[in-house]
């Protein structure tokens, strides 16, 4: 398990299933094997083997939040929005202080045209960690509901917090800017 979680922290995959897989035998009621298997095909764009992993996971340990908060995040890759609130929301009711949770609940209601709930969720995840991720996408999802005004104050928010915390090492660096960039132009068109 140890060595999987190293492979896994430096995004070796691979190595990573393997360790997994061979953890998986000597302990095959693990839900924690379970969980990090999935999270590997996951990470490896192996949906259905990551949600079959992931559900026998949360059939070994049902009350673990992690496991159903990494199943709707596989679910909610996927455009699967249903079942990505069904999982979100589960381990919103054991873990009710992680505010990405929330954020994503906001982002699966606003995929399901659900503006009035998923600004709760995102009203939530801000009470619990004010961060530009959250505005961020609050803002797109205001935009998407032709929420303009309400979007400018976001995206603002988005900015200021987003200048003040940024590291640009991060991977998505870029995106966030274009995002940026083009949420800006559309409110100002």
Same mark, same amino acid.
């Given at each position: +398990?140890?060595?999987?979680?190293?492979? =896994? #922290?430096?995004? %070796?995959?691979?190595?990573?299933?393997?360790?997994? *897989?061979?953890?998986?035998?000597?302990?095959?009621?693990?839900?924690?094997?379970?969980?990090? @298997?999935?999270?590997?095909?996951?990470?490896? =764009?192996?949906?259905?083997?990551?949600?079959?992993?992931? *559900?026998?996971?949360?059939?070994?340990?049902?009350?673990?939040?992690?496991?159903?908060?990494?199943?709707?995040?596989?679910?909610?890759?996927?455009? =699967?929005?249903?079942?990505?609130?069904?999982?979100?929301?589960?381990?919103?009711?054991?873990?009710? #202080?992680?505010?990405?949770?929330? +954020?994503?609940?906001?982002?699966? @209601?606003? =995929?399901?045209? %659900?503006?009035?709930?998923?600004?709760?969720?995102? #009203?939530?995840?801000?009470?619990?960690?004010?961060?530009?991720?959250?505005?961020?996408?609050?803002?797109?999802?205001?935009?998407?509901?032709? +929420?303009?005004?309400?979007?400018?104050?976001?995206?603002?928010?988005?900015?200021?917090?987003?200048?003040?915390?940024? %590291?640009?090492?991060?991977?998505?660096?870029?995106?966030?800017?274009?995002?940026? *960039?083009?949420?800006?132009?559309?409110?100002?068109?």
């Amino acid at each position: +398990m140890g060595v999987g979680s190293i492979f =896994q #922290d430096k995004f %070796d995959y691979e190595n990573a299933l393997i360790n997994y *897989k061979l953890a998986s035998i000597s302990n095959p009621n693990s839900a924690l094997v379970w969980n990090n @298997l999935g999270l590997c095909f996951f990470a490896r =764009q192996k949906f259905i083997a990551s949600v079959t992993c992931l *559900k026998k996971a949360i059939y070994l340990d049902p009350f673990e939040w992690i496991i159903s908060y990494n199943l709707g995040l596989v679910y909610l890759s996927t455009n =699967q929005f249903c079942s990505a609130f069904h999982y979100m929301n589960c381990a919103s009711n054991y873990k009710n #202080d992680f505010y990405l949770i929330y +954020m994503y609940l906001g982002i699966i @209601l606003s =995929q399901l045209n %659900d503006i009035g709930n998923a600004v709760n969720y995102y #009203d939530k995840a801000l009470e619990l960690n004010r961060n530009y991720l959250t505005y961020f996408n609050y803002a797109v999802s205001l935009i998407n509901n032709d +929420m303009y005004v309400n979007a400018q104050e976001m995206l603002n928010n988005c900015i200021e917090l987003y200048n003040n915390y940024r %590291d640009p090492n991060t991977e998505y660096d870029n995106d966030i800017l274009e995002g940026i *960039k083009l949420m800006n132009e559309k409110l100002n068109s």
